[in-house]
């Protein structure tokens, strides 16, 4: 195992030590338990964002916070949901006074752990309104869930819904556009190799050099099937028509595209596959409005991508646009 760390537990912490000298204008960052907060939080009368989930999945979740998107994260152990005393203690902490949204990916970890927090915090007098991403289309149940996992829809549910809560929106306003993106969003994965949890010293599973996972989940979870390696044109094309059937896309609907990289893939070939997914979904008749290409929820130092597309109507749209201003994610300031 190569990898550029001290000792395995002290991974974590030395990455949000890290992460608060490179944005101290952005986040503030509390140790034991761990969680990042948007600098400046609470602001009173603005609805909350919190969400969280394994650390390895860098810039998700702690470079999301900041103006426009999360007001808290909290990171676990690599591929661990955070626990409770976590989550509750970054809900107090950026409470404004207007109720807490959690935006939650569904793995089983993180939705009870979550659902313990929101309990506790409501227990306070905060009131929070969870909500689930749910939007891979590989498999109905894997290792780390029971149905649907969450995974690139989660991204764009936090911005757009950051952007609501900025605007003023109610607590219930901002959970129903989170819920809105997720009616709305579909994703499907693969990997080229796998990734190598430090903890476990050896990668999670095996490749052939000459073989490929579709469907795979982020934790390296098995995916829809093992084929032969095929060039970036057909890879994409297998990846987008599940996710083009499942919700269903049709033709004439706007579409925002999420071409994201698994944290081993570089961003030359992510463009190689933006360019395909751009003349599939013209053959299918949607109009590509928006697109985001990079790495944004990955798999440690997985190669491979995942894509996402997201069905928008005016609203998503100007919500999408809106300024933000996070480690990971910036435009329009």
Known sequence: MKKLINGVDDIVSEALRGMAVAHPDLVEIHLSPDYVVRRGAPFDGKVALVSGGGSGHEPMHGGFVGLGMLDGACPGAVFTSPTPDQIYECTTRVSGGAGVVHIVKNYTGDVLNFE??????????????????????????????????????????????????????????????????????????????????????????????????????IHGEPGRERVKLEPADRIVDRLLGPVLADLPFRSGDRVLTLVNGMGGTPLLELYVAMRRVAEALGEYGCRLERTL?????????????????????????????????????????
């Open 116 to 217: 313990m927090a929101a309990e506790l915090a409501q227990g306070d007098g905060i009131e929070v309104h969870s909500v689930v991403i749910n939007d891979d289309v590989a498999v109905q149940d894997s290792l780390y869930t029971a149905g649907r996992r969450g995974v690139g829809t989660t991204v764009l549910a936090e911005k757009i819904a950051g952007a609501r809560a900025e605007e003023g929106a109610t607590l219930t306003e901002v959970a129903d556009v989170v819920r809105k993106v997720n009616g709305n969003g579909r994703s499907m994965g693969m990997a080229l190799t796998s990734c190598t949890v430090p903890a476990a010293g050896k990668p999670t599973f095996e490749l052939a050099e000459d073989e490929m996972e579709i469907g795979i989940g």
């Open 293 to 333: 290409v990079g790495s944004y929820i990955t798999s440690l130092e997985m190669a491979g991508l995942s894509i996402t597309l997201l069905r928008l109507d005016d609203e998503l749209i100007r919500l999408w646009d809106a300024p933000v201003h996070a480690p990971g994610l910036r435009w329009g300031v």
